[in-house]
Nanobody
Framework: QVQLVESGGGLVQAGGSLGLSCSYS????????MAWFRQAPGKDRDFVAA????????TYSDSVKGRFNISRDNTKNTVSLQMSSLRPEDTAVYYC?????????????????????WGQGTQVTVSS
């Protein structure tokens, strides 16, 4: 059974930094692209970043490019999101995502429908 558990959310002032981590269990982690999405109240779930199986390739939304960094540790089955220069508009619940069963995913997949397994989410709040 696939399980994703996010951690590291919290409250931070604008301009600050915060790191998120996602622990994965279930399928072979090294064969899976992984992603982060976020969802603000009353809004759709939006793509944030994704990373290829080896970590060589990464994709970011325009709104976070240059401020956020996605990475993975295949020895620990974890994927991380380091966020800096945070803005109030970054406030959201952040979700870790893995590909659907039977697929390995792509780091270029930006739609939530292309990802099949989700964590419970972790709240990030940026105060102005």
């Amino acid at each position: 059974q696939v399980q994703l558990v996010e951690s590291g959310g919290g409250l931070v002032q604008a301009g600050g930094s915060l790191g998120l981590s996602c622990s994965y269990s279930g399928r072979s982690f090294t064969n899976l692209a992984m992603a982060w999405f976020r969802q603000a109240p009353g809004k759709d779930r939006d793509f944030v970043a994704a990373i290829s199986t080896s970590g060589t390739y990464t994709t970011y939304s325009d709104s976070v490019k240059g401020r956020f960094n996605i990475s993975r540790d295949n020895t620990k089955n974890t994927v991380s999101l380091q966020m800096s220069s945070l803005r109030p508009e970054d406030t959201a619940v952040y979700y870790c995502a893995a590909p659907p069963a039977g697929r390995t995913g792509r780091s270029t997949n930006r739609s939530p429908s292309q990802w099949g397994s989700w964590g419970q989410g972790t709240q990030v709040t940026v105060s102005s």
